[in-house]
């Protein structure tokens, strides 16, 4: 276990999200992000998904667990439309602020609850948080997800996206990792398209882009996006974060979000000194929660104390 996977992990996610952002959505979307995706000193804004991401970090390192309550509140707490929440997550975070509990608002946003990817793009700091334990993180990730996401799908891509951290932290190899992704697959939507892209690797095929994002999806459903993530880290791991970069934008659709997914599991393999050296906002901040994260497994005695990485970074 090294401290420079965790801050690879976490650096990689709002690295892949900001640079994917204005790509992400149709022309207003993009035409928005043109005015606000920079900080007042020019460092590349990151959206919701590193947001939700820094909460569950902050959540989980002061509570040790998955607090739903609390949890939900700092969620709702957070919400600013400016990151460019997904419509759904938008209307349960706002009930929840004005004081509706999670177990009711989570209903509000789709009838039968969303199967969105946002709970998925945060679920690799569940597996940074439980390396030590894939139990725990499999049915912590269950638990994070369901205080925005009620359906299945949306549940099942946080649970496939932790799964896939936890095995590359534990050091697996990619086939390794997408065997274990394929043990916790149920719903057909997801296991038929790890199937696909398992038949790719096994064959050695390389799919173009849009090949992929026919194949696999580049939407903003669960569905359609983390397969897509898994294949893209699975295929890119031993090639630069760039590359990724740009296949994940050829792909179009939910740029920003398969690309934090995606980014976090390179990450996790690769460590942080190898992404690309953007200018991201609040870069000191995601590498003390990666580091902090490190801390707590080497309290649990999982991983062994590192030298200063903060200062390195
Ligand atoms: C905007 C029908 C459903 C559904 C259901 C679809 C940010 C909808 C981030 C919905 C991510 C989308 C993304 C996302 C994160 C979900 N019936 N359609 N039951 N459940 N959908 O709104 O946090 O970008 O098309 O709950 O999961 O960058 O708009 O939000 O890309 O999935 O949003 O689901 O999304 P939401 P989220
Ligand atoms: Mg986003
Ligand atoms: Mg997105």
Redesign the pocket.
């Known amino acids: 276990m090294k401290a420079e996977r965790f801050i690879g992990c976490v650096l990689g996610l709002a690295t892949g999200?900001a640079m994917g952002?204005p790509y992400?959505?149709g022309l207003l979307?993009r035409g928005i992000w043109r005015l606000i995706g920079k900080t007042r000193d020019g460092c590349l804004r990151w959206?919701?998904?590193t947001q939700?991401a820094i909460d569950l970090a902050e959540s989980l390192l002061s509570d040790g667990h998955v607090a739903p309550d609390r949890l939900a509140r700092r969620f709702a707490f957070s919400y600013r439309w400016s990151r460019?929440?997904?419509?759904?997550?938008?209307?349960?975070l706002r009930r929840i602020r004005r004081g509706e509990p999670w177990e009711q608002a989570v209903h509000r946003?789709?009838?039968?609850?969303?199967?969105?990817?946002?709970?998925a793009?945060r679920a690799p700091i569940v597996a940074l948080f439980f390396a030590h334990d894939l139990r725990q993180t499999i049915a912590s990730a269950r638990s994070s997800a369901r205080v925005?996401?009620a359906?299945p799908?949306?549940i099942e891509g946080a649970v496939m996206i932790a799964v896939a951290a936890h095995s590359l932290l534990a050091g697996d190899s990619i086939e390794q990792m997408v065997d274990a992704v394929r043990g916790e697959c149920s719903m057909p939507e997801m296991c038929v398209r790890v199937d696909r892209f398992s038949e790719w690797m096994r064959g050695n095929e390389q799919p173009g882009p849009q090949d992929v994002a026919r194949h696999l999806g580049n939407?903003?459903?669960?569905p359609t996006?983390c397969p897509t993530a898994l294949y893209v880290a699975a295929r890119h791991m031993n090639k630069s974060f760039e590359e990724m970069m740009r296949f994940v934008m050829a792909c179009r659709g939910?740029v920003?979000?398969i690309a934090?997914m995606a980014g976090a599991l390179w990450g996790i393999g690769n460590g942080y000194e190898r992404l690309p050296p953007v200018r991201l906002e609040s870069r000191e901040q995601l590498v003390s929660i990666a580091t902090r994260l490190y801390d707590e497994q080497v309290r649990v005695g999982h991983a062994e104390p590192s030298k200063d990485l903060s200062s390195r970074s």
Do not use: C, I
């Open positions: 999200d952002a992400e959505g979307e959206t919701d998904d939700m460019g929440y997904g419509p759904g997550a938008r209307k349960v946003g789709f009838p039968g609850g969303s199967y969105g990817n946002g709970a793009m925005t996401h359906h799908l949306g939407g903003t459903s669960a996006s939910d920003d979000t934090a």
